[in-house]
């Protein structure tokens, strides 16, 4: 790999088994023409940097080669949202990917990455550096709703302040904390005090909104059985009226970031990402680091290893969607209902195979750089049938589930056209997912910027248009038919595959070292939306920067668009249809 | 008739007649029966409460992380522990005796996770499920990570487990109904992290930094981190 494109703005190259896949790693391969080697060159996929250089003018102050994005450019300070305007407006870069803001020896960065909904491939980043000594930029808040929450987040995890920013404050420690735990002067051991603030109490707010109108304050969570964990909503209410509501998040924020920067690359990193999205999505997650280490390192996993991935990762789906459709009918039900009980019965299946194959329940850490861990149990062709009952069984579940649900008159009323999200708000948030695809944003990454087996296997991506609670749910039970398709193919894959040529890891060195100050971001697509992750190297075996691009952090974002001015009674159920998982939300 | 059959018939009687007259038929359990003529047990009252306290649990519906969904799992169909008279999940803390506990507990949860264990009305019990309850687990090195719910709150069970399968969290249920049933409790005493007044606490460097930001009589709870395990 060289050094001034340590990664190749392709996806990543093992996973594609066309011609022009292998072309982008090895020159050896026969069929490479100069044609088609020029064909990984940035421009032809539709980002020119040099036209995007001109449209940025003198914002910029150099361009950037480390990260692995089309093109990469340095930009001052006090032009970021100038910057991110032009391109948004006039290049089309219409996604918010992610926000990483990292300390240097000698500044602080900030990192936008910036995405097309239309075409993820391409890809622009906005590296903002700032001083040590006063390391203020420009928010992109105005120009990206989105990035309201990332920039606190980088505000308050690593300490870079943001002129300009409507709302700058901790956003997943307490307030009262001292100190930027991943700036490089952070002390550890220092003590924190945390408060049991007194804001909470609803009747004093109650008694102090008296005077001027009638709303109401009541607190939702930190313990709700609503909440589907540990989150908290400040909501005021007018009547029964949802006037304002404020997610307060950080009720599970667990250091996610530092336990894997203090992880080496080949083996203690991958345990970590099963507890993202801890409901059984657990090998999704997996992929999402599997995706960027092996682009970072330039490994290529072996195809039979990565219909092995395709497979289990989308049994991984089903399991997720049905927790969220069995917890979404408990919130619009209120109680533990046949629907839960179907879902958990219908999970249960899933997990045995699961366990079957990886050998846990949840946590699987069945992945490794390069491929996976091992093959298929033991009998094999009973394995197969296993899986192929479990297939066979589940159009007549999904049948159950939209009798009781979706052909449900009760659930319509009370799902069709509450939680509306159209569809530019959607965007304007950074949402992915069965969300996005709720509200008709045709984008799923599986299809959009290939990894895995997928492009070689036949399915659809599921889009709704009704925007709202109802078309979010539809989108998961739909969804679960896809995956079946996908599993179905796979596994028929996997039964003819010659004995010989099964390879289930790729041959990757003991240590991995990247090289120094390579810098990656990938992204693929998780049970709840984009999944990414950055990471910045430099040269040991364990990464310098790690962040995780949460897909639920996003989407989370979006509630009080979705809940002010309705009841009460739907923003639960608004809260359910985005769901959310606040192992990764806080992370 | 044979004098057997006027024994028995003559015990018929007097079962009857204790049972006193007006008691619906559907109350006349085999149990019942199989006491005979003496319908009494003789045991001590605190055994009989504690028998009792066992065998008909109310957990609280609570919910952290990972474990959680194992725990959900617990409750649902398949190994459904209300089997074990331990399986109504019960939404707030005031109607439950038993709170599991199945996540992470980090810096800014804690004290309101003490505040639910508050809220329990005695006696109540606590069993900790998975690792990060037990040291913090995974992430035990992490900045924010409370290292185990011990430090917060007394802790009957722990099962430990990364996530436990519902088998070892029922297993553990059964144990902490064992040692309910032998009027067995975990003893509560001062942890490491107490909730208390911000006034309370003694002034160093630390507080008086946020003096100005915190009211004297706020509750706090101060993270030690460098004394944590
Ligand atoms: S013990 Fe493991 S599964 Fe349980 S909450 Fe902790 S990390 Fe998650």
């Given at each position: ?7 190749d703005?392709e ?14 790693r ?5 069929e ?6 020029r ?35 340095e ?9 991110l ?6 290049a089309g ?6 926000v ?5 020896a000698?500044r602080?960065?900030s ?6 909904y ?16 006063d390391p ?6 105005p ?6 929450w ?11 302040e ?11 420690l307490?307030?009262t904390?001292q ?11 220092r003590?924190?005090?945390?408060t049991l ?8 707010e109650d008694?102090?909104?008296e ?12 313990h709700?059985p ?5 989150l908290?909503?400040?909501?005021t ?12 998040i950080g009720?599970l ?5 530092q ?10 990193i991958?345990p ?11 090998l999704l997650?997996?992929?999402a680091?599997?995706r960027?280490?092996?682009?970072m ?8 290893a ?9 049994l991984?789906?089903?399991?997720a969607h ?7 009918a408990l ?8 629907i839960?009980?179907y879902?958990?019965r219908?999970?249960?299946r ?9 050998g ?6 069945y992945f ?6 091992w ?6 062709q009973?394995?197969?049938e ?5 297939l066979?069984?589940?159009?007549q579940?999904?049948?159950e589930?939209h ?6 008159e009760i ?5 069709v ?6 569809p530019e708000t ?7 997912g069965?969300v996005?695809r ?5 984008y799923d990454?599986r299809r959009?910027?290939p ?5 070689e296997?036949?399915?659809?991506v ?6 709202d609670?109802?078309?979010r749910?539809?989108v ?7 995956s079946a ?10 039964e003819?595959w010659p ?12 240590t ?17 939306g ?6 910045r190297?430099?040269g ?18 979006t ?10 009674a ?6 359910g249809?985005l ?9 | ?14 079962r009857?007649a ?6 619906d038929d ?7 029966e199989?006491?005979?003529?003496t319908?009494f047990?003789l045991?001590?009252f ?28 617990t409750?649902?169909v ?8 331990a399986?109504?999940p ?9 709170i599991v506990?199945?996540?992470?507990v980090?810096?800014?949860f804690?004290?309101?996770?003490k ?8 006696p109540k019990?606590?069993?900790s ?6 040291s ?12 185990g719910a011990e430090e917060?709150i007394?802790v ?8 436990p399968?519902p088998e070892a ?20 005493t001062?942890?490491?992290?107490e909730?208390e ?16 930001e ?6 706090v709870?101060?993270y030690d981190?460098?004394?944590?395990p």
């Open positions: 790999m060289s050094t001034d494109r340590p990664d703005s996806s990543e190259s093992e996973s594609e088994p066309e011609p022009d896949g292998d072309v982008e090895e020159a050896a391969v026969p490479t023409d100069p044609e088609v080697q064909a990984r060159a940035p421009a032809t996929r539709g980002v020119d940097p040099d036209r995007l250089e001109r449209l940025l003018g003198d914002a910029v102050l150099r361009r950037d080669d480390q990260i692995n994005a089309d093109a990469a450019f930009v001052r300070p006090d032009a970021v949202q100038d910057s305007e032009t391109l948004k407006r006039r870069f219409d996604h918010l990917s992610c990483t803001a990292q300390e240097y000698d602080y960065e990192i936008y990455h910036l995405k097309k239309a075409d993820p491939t391409q890809e622009v980043s906005i590296v903002v550096p700032t001083s040590r000594r203020t930029s420009e928010s992109a808040e120009v990206f709703r989105t990035a309201d990332h920039e606190r987040e980088a505000y308050d995890l690593v300490g870079v943001y002129e300009d920013h409507p709302d700058l404050r901790r956003i997943l307490p307030e904390w100190g930027h735990p991943l700036s490089r002067d952070y002390d550890r051991d003590p924190q005090i945390v603030d007194e804001h909470a109490n609803p009747l004093k008694h102090e909104a005077a001027d109108d009638s709303t109401m304050f009541v607190n939702i969570g930190p709700h609503a909440t589907h964990g540990v908290h909503l400040k909501t209410l007018d009547g029964e009226q949802v006037a304002d509501v404020e997610p307060d009720y924020h667990r250091c996610e970031e336990m894997a920067q203090l992880g080496t690359y080949r083996h203690q991958m970590y990402p099963d507890r993202w999205d801890y409901v059984s999505a657990g997650n997996e992929w680091y599997a960027a280490v092996e682009d390192a330039d490994v290529e996993v072996p195809d039979y990565q219909v092995i991935r395709t497979m289990s990762a989308e991984c789906r089903i399991a049905m927790l969220a459709v069995g917890t979404f919130d619009v039900y209120g109680d533990f209902t046949a839960f009980m879902a958990v219908d999970r249960e899933v997990q045995n195979l699961l366990e079957d194959l990886t846990q329940r949840l946590m699987f850490n490794r750089v390069g491929g996976v861990v093959d298929l149990p033991e009998d094999r009973a394995y197969v296993t899986v192929r009952d479990f066979e069984e589940l159009p579940a999904l049948e589930y009798d009781l649900l979706t052909g449900n659930f319509q009323l009370r799902c056209d509450t939680g509306v999200l159209p959607a965007k304007e948030y950074g949402a992915t069965p996005a709720g509200s008709g944003v045709d990454l959009d910027d990894y895995g087996y997928y492009d296997l036949d399915w659809d599921v889009t709704e248009d009704g925007c609670n109802y078309a749910v539809l998961r039970l739909r969804e679960v038919e896809q398709r996908i599993v179905e193919q796979c596994v028929d894959l996997l003819g004995a010989a040529d099964r390879e289930v890891q790729a041959n990757v060195p003991r991995l070292k990247p090289e120094k100050d390579a810098e990656v971001y990938r992204a693929v697509e998780a049970a709840k984009e999944l990414g992750v950055y990471m190297s430099d040991t075996d364990k990464p310098a920067r790690f962040k995780v691009r949460s897909p639920c952090f996003s989407n989370l974002q509630l009080p668009e979705l809940a002010e001015g309705e009841y009460v739907d923003l639960v159920a608004s809260l249809s769901d959310i998982v606040l192992g990764e939300v806080d992370r | 008739m044979s004098t057997d059959d006027d024994d028995v018939n003559a015990a018929t009687k007097t009857e204790r049972r006193g007259r007006g008691v559907r109350f006349n359990s085999k149990l019942r199989a006491f005979g003529s319908p047990i045991t001590k605190d055994q009989f409460m504690n028998w009792v306290r066992g065998s008909s649990m109310f957990m609280l519906q609570f919910g952290i992380a990972c474990c959680s969904i194992e725990m959900m799992h409750y649902a398949k190994h459904d522990l209300d089997r074990f008279g399986g109504v019960r939404a707030s803390p005031r109607q439950a005796d038993v506990v199945p996540g992470t980090v810096s800014k804690a004290p309101r996770m505040r639910i264990y508050d809220q329990m009305p005695e019990f606590v069993v499920m998975g690792s990060c309850t037990v913090g687990g995974p992430f035990q090195q992490g900045y924010n990570v409370v290292k917060v007394p009957d069970i722990h099962v430990p487990g990364c996530p399968r969290l029922v297993y553990g249920v059964a144990k902490l109904q064992e040692r309910i049933t032998n009027g067995e409790s975990s003893p509560v001062v942890k490491p992290y909730l007044q911000f006034g309370d606490l003694e002034r160093d460097e630390v507080v008086e930094q946020l003096a100005e915190i009211d004297e009589d706020t509750l709870m101060r981190w460098a004394g944590s």
